[in-house]
């Protein structure tokens, strides 16, 4: 039995490089909030250490993803894998000292700091090479599904992450131990791709689409599916066919980011509970708002058939109404049902940019304007999880007001900027 033209055992394998890196680090960006506010930490620096993160991931994902036919993709899988457990076992390290008074916070956030720029740096690499292990050894419509199940384990993680990370605390290394626990799991996967993946003997030189920097909410593993190169062509970022989408792409990202980096600390601020008790609320609406986002991509968008710009509209605008909702919630509830909101319109939302952009431009610039998409999720990660967090601490709502006003005036901008009778903006996402 083989799926996609790979065997199941194969696949399963790939499949699961993906899903713990997605849930590894969602786990920790939920772990977070209640540990910096343990540690007695500025909530600026939990922002700051994942946007250093993601700058790393922005300069060597492309670096990683072109040196993929080059270098072996196997390789790479364990290097990127070998990164993703040493990132996990210095921050988790450096946690749990701090955690037991033996370190101090801000030498404490430095060797975080650390760790995550490393996984940035050398994690970045796993994901590139699994897409292209894939994209070179399948073709046609099995290459399409292929990607797209390796898409979903980035959403199937940041459900997964948060879930079972509250199982995972335990004495004496507390809210740290689940990182050192996903380095364990980490290390399972390493051996199953050491031991039983064969070695790179692709049938197709190709390469694989370039993952976005991973976060809560954002499922999008691949930047655009790959198709057949062509003898690939330049794409300048001021190309006015993908100009529009790079703008909604940086705008609807920020807001993304901004959203993601104060929901953590919102909770804890609203509803007042012990830290010892903030991570299980904590989870519960991270979880909450990964259905909803799944929701959209999976269940929503199929059946409605709308076109890219039609998405980016109508998904702003709900990501927007649920920022409001977030932003005044003073319950449990009202954040369960903001957060969920408006991550069902980020659902909607992302893909409708990711297609749009995949949709200017032929099928001979498919890898270049997949590299620019990359860019530009990455780069939202850079200054909107500081952006979000400076100006929480202005006031609670005053970040998610301003983002649905952002996303708001997106959806504007869109319906009157966007022609509906351009072909990237009107025709089906799924093509």
Not at 218 to 238: F, I, K, M, N, V
Not at 411 to 427: E, F, G, I, Q
Request: aromatic share 8%.
């Amino acid at each position: 039995m083989s799926g996609f033209g790979l065997s199941r055992e194969r696949f399963a394998l790939l499949f699961s490089v993906m899903l713990v890196a997605a849930a590894g680090n969602t786990a920790m960006q939920s772990l977070l909030p209640a540990i910096g506010r343990q540690l007695g930490v500025a909530d600026l620096w939990v922002a700051i250490a994942f946007s250093l993160s993601a700058i790393a991931w922005v300069i060597m994902a492309p670096v990683w993803a072109h040196r993929a036919d080059r270098r072996g993709r196997r390789a790479l899988m364990r290097l990127g894998l070998a990164g993703f457990i040493v990132s996990m076992l210095i921050c988790g390290g450096a946690l749990a000292l701090g955690l037991a008074g033996l370190m101090g916070p801000a030498l404490v956030f430095g060797i975080f700091i650390l760790g995550r720029s490393f996984y940035g740096a050398f994690g970045s690499a796993s994901p590139s090479a699994v897409q292209a292990y894939v994209a070179a050894r399948t073709d046609g419509e099995a290459r399409t599904n292929a990607l797209a199940v390796l898409a979903s384990s980035f959403g199937l993680g940041t459900i997964i992450g948060p879930a079972i990370a509250p199982l995972f605390i335990f004495p004496p290394l507390g809210l740290s131990a689940p990182l050192i626990v996903f380095a364990g799991i980490g290390l399972l996967v390493l051996a199953g791709i050491v031991l039983r993946l064969p070695d790179d003997t692709p049938k197709n030189p190709a390469t694989g689409p370039i993952v976005a920097y991973p976060a809560i909410g954002g499922s999008d593993a691949g930047a655009a599916a790959a198709e057949e190169p062509r003898g690939p062509e330049r794409l300048r970022w001021r190309d006015p066919r993908v100009l529009p989408w790079t703008i909604i792409g940086l705008a609807g990202g920020h807001g993304q980011a901004i959203l993601l980096s104060v929901i953590g600390f919102l909770v804890i601020d609203r509803l007042k509970v012990p830290l010892s008790d903030a991570q299980h609320w904590i989870a519960i609406v991270l979880i909450a708002g990964a259905l909803a986002s799944l929701l959209a991509q999976w269940g929503l968008i199929p059946r409605l058939g709308l076109s890219p710009r039609q998405l980016v509209i109508w998904g702003s605008l709900v990501a927007a109404a649920g920022c409001v909702v977030t932003g005044f919630a003073e319950s449990a509830y009202g954040l369960i049902l903001g957060f969920g909101l408006a991550s069902l319109g980020f659902g909607l939302f992302r893909p409708g940019f990711t297609s749009g952009a995949s949709l200017a431009v032929g099928l001979d610039q498919q890898n270049a304007v997949a590299g620019q998409v990359t860019s530009v999720n990455g780069m939202a990660y850079v200054l909107g999880p500081g952006l979000g967090l400076w100006i929480y601490g202005f006031s609670l709502a005053l970040p998610l007001l301003l983002t649905a006003l952002l996303m708001a005036a997106l959806a504007a901008w869109t319906a009157l900027r966007v022609s509906p009778s351009d072909p990237a903006a009107s025709a089906s996402p799924e093509r």
